[in-house]
């Protein structure tokens, strides 16, 4: 069920509870804490729903939406006024995407193959007009494994510490997992105009984890997963690079390298920026949290978090708004509609 901001639609799609058996004997690909589905570049054995309807909640009038028969939806994104909507698709070759409006007409959006590996692949600009889209880019087959290893693999425990493993699952094993993890993660940003049938690229292809504009479209905050790709950590702790750009993709401020995430403490957290993100409420503020207990749940310290905050033109030196006792661990959602309030 999706429901549409302001209630008056809800769209409904039937759950696909038995996949076909097929699949398990489908390739996938153990990567960087992900197994991958190559046939459609993304996460194997996660499946949406078929027989998508809009529905009427006043009325209960029903109104189907003509997909093709293999396709299932993953994901309903709605505009703001509850009008308009735009459904990732699972097809068996690729990721789709459509447009359509609450009067049950739907338009399939060509060549955009949605690569939502690393996160959303598809959301409304703030003009509610366009879509930014995580597309697959142009690109040959992918990496063949060697006739032969590249080399042995040597493990070093010298000096090695306690430290959180219990995300150590489908890692990055050889040089051909870290040409394949490349291959499948890396996306191309694009602006998509559904009225228009206009598609803008923004920047280079890359592997981006977090894309995300400005509640006023004027800047775009992105990090960039970087190698080299480590063996001991799923990709959420890689090392990364987050900037801010304009909305041409021109680099505006470059934020913070977060260095390789590989001896964070048990239960702990990362060093340096968690989270940033734009507050909702402001044309465009950056707001982030940091550890002052080195991430370290059993360390002493007063306070374990702060929150920052960084304003434009996004070069000076952010601002410590808040201290907190204890782990700061869900906040982006919680902006109050006046006076700046937070939750």
């Known amino acids: 069920v999706w429901t549409a901001p302001i209630g008056e639609h809800l769209l409904l799609a039937d759950p696909v509870t ?7 004997a489908a ?3 153990k990567l960087a804490g992900m197994r991958v589905n190559p046939a459609i570049n993304a996460i194997h054995g996660r499946h949406g729903a ?3 309807r809009l529905i009427q909640v006043e009325g209960g009038v029903e109104t189907p939406l003509e997909l093709p028969a293999d396709a299932e939806v993953h994901g309903v994104t709605w505009t703001a006024d509850g009008q308009r909507f735009a459904l990732t698709t699972r097809h068996a070759d690729h990721m789709g995407l459509w447009v359509g409006s609450v009067a049950g007409d739907l338009t399939r959006i060509e060549n955009a193959a949605v690569n939502q590996l690393l996160g959303t692949g598809v959301r409304w600009l703030p003009d509610q007009q366009r879509l930014l889209v995580r597309r697959i880019p142009r690109r040959g087959p992918p990496p063949k494994p060697p006739a032969v290893p590249t080399g042995p693999a040597v493990l070093e425990g ?16 050889t040089a051909h997992d870290d040409a394949l993890f490349e291959y499948y993660a890396t996306s191309e940003l694009v602006v998509v105009d559904p009225a228009k049938g206009e598609v803008k690229p923004l920047g280079k292809p890359a592997v981006y984890a977090t894309v995300d504009f400005s509640p006023d479209g004027a800047f775009l905050l992105v990090e960039r997963i970087v190698g080299p790709w480590s063996h001991a950590v799923p990709w959420w702790r890689f090392a990364s690079e987050i900037e801010v750009w304009d909305s041409n993709a021109e680099l505006v401020a470059h934020i913070t390298s977060l260095p390789l995430a590989d001896e964070v403490p048990i239960h702990g957290v990362p060093l340096g920026p968690r989270g940033a993100s734009w507050r909702a409420t402001a044309p465009h503020t950056l707001y982030w949290v940091e550890a002052l207990d080195g991430g370290n749940p059993v360390a002493e310290a007063p306070h374990r978090d702060r929150l920052m ?5 996004f070069t000076g030196e952010p601002e410590e708004v808040f201290r907190a006792e204890h782990r700061i661990e869900s ?4 902006w109050g509609a006046e006076g700046g309030t937070l939750m």
């Open 18 to 24: 038995y996949p076909d058996l097929s699949e398990l």
């Open 27 to 29: 390739p996938m690909h």
């Open 50 to 52: 078929t027989s998508p």
């Open 158 to 173: 010298t000096g090695a510490k306690a430290r959180s493993t219990y995300e150590a699952r489908n890692l990055l094993e």
């Open 309 to 313: 905050r960084l304003d434009a033109s």
């Open 331 to 334: 906040w982006q959602g919680g």
